[in-house]
């Protein structure tokens, strides 16, 4: 999909500032519209990509977990193997490369799950960048790990103790500082959201993810795949996944499924399913759906994964859904963490809780499928952060 | 620029409270304390995600929304204060609240309720096309925001978009109280002034909180200073007392000092 020029995907998107911000947005889109085709840029961060995060990630067929569950050939897009331990890495050094061109000298970003905050530490650290993240209380507290990585890797990290601390505050204080430091900092955006043309721009940086895909399910398979699946915080690894694919014709019948985090159900209050249970709004920049009130206050998103709670959700993937290309679902908590346990045990890989969810489609559809349908899951990321989380779940469920 | 109200000639105060802080009952007692030293009030309507405000401003809004506060009772307040005043009141949000109810039926509610305009802080020129259509089909005042990063052609655009009077965003970062303001402010203000229409209302805001601010400001030309952070300030620390309108008053009339001061000034360089 190519948005328009003011950044709308269809009736989403677009660029909803203050003032201020608008210099410093129009900076980045003219300085990114020209390395998008510079090939200097592209060498270089094909470069580190290759050489520093270790690309191409495998895409491994998970033969032990296809047999068990009976039905479709299940591969995994290993961006768990990526440096940093998440896809996310696709983008921090896409921007951080982008950030000095711009000649910026400090970086600062928000982080949920804190993937996001490591990755661009990491990118920080790599380039000389000054590193500055913010992060919700309550994610620092439930992300110790990720915290103390960025710490070493040298940034600073801000504990965010605003509206419900977690991650959407962290993108308000990250937005409020930007706001005052523009002139020499970059606003290291972690996801395909936010005012145009970060939504693009987070998008074309992890669409090496599908590209992959594509030529690695040709050499294995022969073939494209027929069902993609990919969990959805804000949206960019489930893009990156998609996109590469959207474009052509025979792709058309491609069952594209996005998993969004139903928490303790969608007939709770307490979930991050935007699309499933928002209304069309404006907030961080963009038109998009997003969970709210009648109102129009935004509600607090909640999920067993600090990468999916966020009450919103990219203006591409709002398209995307009206136009009925690809299929938005969700996974509960408890679901999650039983395809967390599931592919620990029979592949001997631990995912990301955030990862675990689009698994659970697998485990909830795989069964139903043709033996010779091909199902590609992007694995988003390791499961080493949440160690904490599931062992106290699951003593609470065994208790 | 239209002037819709007949804003005054001599250079104002305006006065920004966020509705239901601490209850929507004192928010009235406190406009109506402000009325005598205002030529324009403007009234926030707490938004869940304030990103250009500063911790005095969000505090405010967590303040006000954790007591339940719901948009229509600002459109309430409003017609209250409307029995005893005619000052000109302008509301200030985000776009969310706007676009959620319909940013025609939301236009329709606040003109009825005595609004004269609205100030959306996260809509810029480039996405206001409609919501100006509908603002100018109901005369309702439109102020769009500018800052010292704004290039010429984009103020002459948003002076010429603004019916009521251009917001000029003192310098960069979030709303707040701040020390002392510096050359790029004032070189902002002349700017401004020498790029708007003659008949056009330039306010500065943000950071403002103290005589001799509005003194130095007004005294490079500004027609009006906005001040919100010092007055949520003592609502913060005296709650809903006599203390507060006392303090509310005084605080007023220094800044109402100040401009005197500075209109004085800016006619003797003039
Ligand atoms: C491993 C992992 N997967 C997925 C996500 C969700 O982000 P997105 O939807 O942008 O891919 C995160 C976010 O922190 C993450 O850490």
Redesign the interface.
């Known amino acids: 999909m190519k948005c328009d020029k003011?950044g709308y995907f269809g009736e989403f998107g677009?660029?909803?500032?203050?003032?201020?911000l608008?210099?410093a947005i129009d900076e980045i889109k003219e300085a990114y519209s020209e390395l998008k085709n510079d090939e200097d840029f592209q060498n270089e961060l094909s470069y580190y990509l290759k050489h520093y995060a270790g690309r191409e990630t495998p895409l491994y067929y998970a033969k032990n977990l296809s047999e068990k569950l009976g039905g479709a050939k299940i591969y995994l897009k290993r961006e768990d193997l990526l440096h940093g331990g998440a896809h996310k890495t696709n983008n921090t050094i896409g921007q951080a490369l982008l950030a000095k061109k711009m000649g910026k000298t400090r970086i600062i970003a928000e982080t949920g799950a804190g993937q996001h905050g490591v990755g661009t530490s990491m990118a920080g650290a790599l380039f000389g960048l000054e590193t500055e993240i913010f992060m919700g209380s309550i994610d620092i507290a439930r992300q110790q790990p990720n915290v103390e990585r960025m710490k070493l890797l040298g940034a600073k990290v801000n504990p965010v103790n605003?509206?419900s601390k977690v991650l959407?505050?962290a993108v308000?204080e990250a937005?409020?500082n930007w706001?005052?430091?523009?002139?020499n900092t970059h606003y290291l955006l972690g996801t395909v959201m936010g005012p145009h043309p970060f939504p693009t721009m987070v998008r074309d940086f992890q669409s090496v993810i599908g590209k992959e895909v594509k030529k690695q399910i040709m050499e294995q398979e022969g073939r494209f795949p027929d069902h993609l699946v990919a969990c959805i915080g804000g949206g960019s690894n489930a893009m990156g996944l998609f996109y590469p694919f959207l474009g052509e014709k025979d792709c058309s019948k491609i069952n594209m499924v996005g998993i969004e985090a139903a928490g303790k159900g969608l007939d709770t209050q307490e979930h991050g399913a935007s699309i499933s249970k928002g209304?069309?709004?404006?907030?961080?920049?963009m038109?998009s759906y997003?969970l709210?009130d009648e109102?129009?206050?935004?509600?607090e998103a909640y999920s067993i994964s600090a990468g999916l709670d966020y009450p919103g959700i990219g203006p591409e993937h709002a398209y995307l859904h009206n136009l009925g290309r690809v299929e938005y679902d969700s996974a509960t908590d408890k679901q999650a963490l039983n395809a967390f346990m599931e592919l620990t045990r029979t592949e001997g890989i631990i995912p990301a809780l955030e990862s675990s969810h689009a698994i659970s489609y697998a485990i909830e559809n795989a069964g139903n499928m043709a033996k010779d349908d091909i199902m590609v899951i992007n694995l988003s990321g390791r499961g080493d952060k949440d160690l904490n989380t599931v062992i106290n779940a699951v003593n609470k469920m065994e208790n | 620029m239209k002037n819709l109200n007949n804003l005054n000639e001599k250079p104002i105060l305006v006065s920004f409270l966020v509705s239901g802080d601490p209850n929507i009952e004192a928010t009235l007692k406190y406009m109506k304390a402000l009325d005598e030293y205002c030529g324009v009030i403007e009234l926030g309507i707490p938004?869940?995600?304030?990103?250009?405000?500063?911790?005095t401003i969000?505090e405010a809004n967590?303040r006000s929304?954790s007591n339940g506060f719901?948009?229509n009772q600002s459109f309430d307040l409003l017609k209250e204060f409307r029995k005893d005043s005619d000052t000109p009141v302008v509301l200030m949000t985000?776009?969310?609240?706007v676009?959620?109810?319909g940013i025609e039926d939301f236009v329709i509610d606040a003109k009825k309720a005595g609004a004269n305009g609205l100030i959306i802080?996260?809509?810029?020129l480039?996405?206001a096309e409609e919501y100006q259509k509908i603002c100018k089909k109901h005369e309702f005042g439109t102020i769009?925001?500018?800052?010292p990063?704004?290039?010429d052609e984009?103020i002459i655009y948003s002076d010429e978009s603004s019916t009521m009077f251009l917001y000029l965003?003192s310098t960069?970062?979030?709303t707040g109280t701040r020390d002392s303001f510096e050359k790029m402010t004032f070189d902002f203000i002349k700017r401004a002034k020498s790029l708007c229409s003659d008949n056009s209302k330039l306010y500065v805001g943000f950071g403002i909180s103290n005589e001799k601010h509005a003194e130095n400001l007004i005294s490079q030309g500004a027609d009006g200073i906005i001040v919100g952070s010092a007055f949520v300030n003592i609502i913060k620390e005296y709650g809903d007392s006599e203390d507060t309108i006392i303090k509310l008053k005084e605080l007023a009339k220094e800044l109402h000092g100040g401009i005197e001061k500075g209109y004085a000034k800016y006619i003797k360089s003039d």
């Open positions: 003011n677009g660029q909803y500032i203050p003032e201020v608008k210099p605003t509206g959407k505050d308000n937005m409020r706001t005052a430091t523009f002139e209304r069309k709004g404006i907030l961080h920049g038109l997003f709210q109102d129009g206050q935004i509600e | 938004f869940s995600d304030p990103v250009a405000d500063g911790s969000q967590v929304l719901k948009i985000y776009y969310n609240l676009y959620n109810r802080v996260d809509l810029p480039d996405e769009f925001l500018v800052a990063n704004t290039p984009r965003i960069f970062g979030i």
